[in-house]
T-cell receptor
């Protein structure tokens, strides 16, 4: 079983839709969870960072962590064409340990 | 806004040649990383660097790889004898906090093509 699983998509939605992106993981030792956005030929850009189970909101973005189910989600409200990118989940254990990434979900928001 | 700068953006090399990928981390950052992404694959950790030494390295980071911080601003990744399978996008990242991904800034990457 892979450590972090993420449906690669592609996912295509109309402008204004609510987008739900998800990752599952196998290692219960993961404690920190992140969502990155990656535009074509660019580096990952941190969107959301969470530690505990529950929800964290930042503007149109909501990150959700369910440690009991080993499941994390990113919701995008009122999606815009500029949200079209690949979204990567990432997680790590603690301290300075390296990030473990999902494969990324490619999202297209159609105007 | 400060950013991590990587050069070159593209590098083409012949198999067996040495390449040096360069990075200028954000100026007050103390922890530095190299990750790579093979086309269509996950972003993978290579190495972390703190206080002028390697903190951690992955299985990918074998004897063909080395990192260096030759001065106060640059951070380099050297591949001594490139292989076809080294073709990937290489990302440099840095953070001031060394915490688990928090405030980790990535550069735009160097696309390495080994022919």
């Amino acid at each position: 079983q892979k450590e972090v699983e993420q449906d690669p998509g592609p996912l295509s939605v109309p402008e204004g839709a609510i987008v739900s992106l998800n990752c599952t993981y196998s290692n219960s030792a993961f404690q920190y969870f992140m969502w990155y956005r990656q535009y074509s030929r660019k580096g990952p850009e941190l969107l959301m960072y969470t530690y505990s189970s529950g929800n964290k909101e930042d503007g149109r973005f909501t990150a959700q962590v369910d440690k009991s189910s080993k499941y994390i989600s990113l919701f995008i409200r009122d999606s815009q064409p500029s949200d079209s990118a690949t979204y990567l989940c990432a997680m790590t254990y603690s301290g300075n340990t390296p990030l473990v990434f999902g494969k990324g979900t490619r999202l297209s928001v159609i105007a | 806004e400060p950013e991590v700068t990587q050069t070159p953006s593209h590098q083409v090399t012949q198999m067996g040649q040495e390449v040096i990928l360069r990075c200028v981390p954000i100026s007050n950052h103390l922890y530095f990383y190299w990750y790579r992404q093979i086309l269509g694959q996950k972003v993978e950790f290579l190495v972390s660097f703190y206080n002028n030494e390697i903190s951690e390295k992955s299985e990918i980071f074998d004897d063909q790889f080395s990192v260096e911080r030759p001065d106060g601003s640059n951070f380099t990744l050297k591949i001594r004898s490139t292989k076809l399978e080294d073709s990937a996008m290489y990302f440099c990242a840095s953070t001031s906090q060394g915490a688990s991904g928090e405030k980790l800034f990535f550069g735009s990457g160097t696309q390495l093509s080994v022919l």
